[in-house]
């Protein structure tokens, strides 16, 4: 446990990284979103400091089938993430528009990932962020194959 405290805070101070103190910054937007069927998780760019910084979170990556119209995900206005937290936020076209989707993402900078994280294939391009607040879940739709393949995960849906 004491080694893991020690090369954790040894890590933090070599990236910078301040425990003491307020924190100073505010979710960040999304400038792109892409999910990998092979690895099934989703990575967002942060517009932050050197645009390095990225978001990601495990997602079930499926084949969109035939639903029944009784109800629909709403579609998502922004997207922001925090490092400080450890989140990110969904703004929810839905109602009076305070509802939002929330869900833990890992936040990290791209050029600090370890070396052997190769990957066989690139993640696709993602858009049309949708949440329901009835499963629970956010969606997104893969700029793959015949268009019908989806990433969704769950999602805290709120009124704020």
């Known amino acids: 446990m004491r080694r893991t405290i020690v090369g954790t805070c040894a890590a933090f101070a070599a990236l910078g990284i301040g425990l003491a103190g307020p924190a100073v910054a505010a979710p960040v937007p999304v400038t792109a979103l892409n999910c990998d069927g092979d ?50 936020v969904a703004n929810l076209q839905f109602g009076d528009g305070y509802w939002r989707a929330s869900w833990p993402a890992t936040i ?17 391009p993602a858009n049309s962020l949708n949440c329901d607040g009835d499963t629970g879940r956010c969606s997104v739709n893969l700029q793959f194959g015949d268009g019908n393949w989806k990433a969704d995960w769950p999602a805290t849906i709120y009124h704020q």
Request: hydrophobic residues 35%; aromatic residues 10%; positive net charge.
């Open 108 to 124: 990290f900078h791209q050029a600090l990932r370890s070396a052997d994280g190769a990957r066989l294939a690139a993640p696709v």
């Open 39 to 88: 690895t099934y998780k989703c990575t967002a760019n942060l517009r932050f400091g050197d645009n390095n910084w990225r978001a990601g979170w495990g997602a079930n990556i499926f084949h969109q089938m035939t639903r029944s119209a009784y109800r629909a995900p709403v579609p998502a206005t922004s997207l922001n993430c925090d490092g400080d937290t450890g989140k990110c």
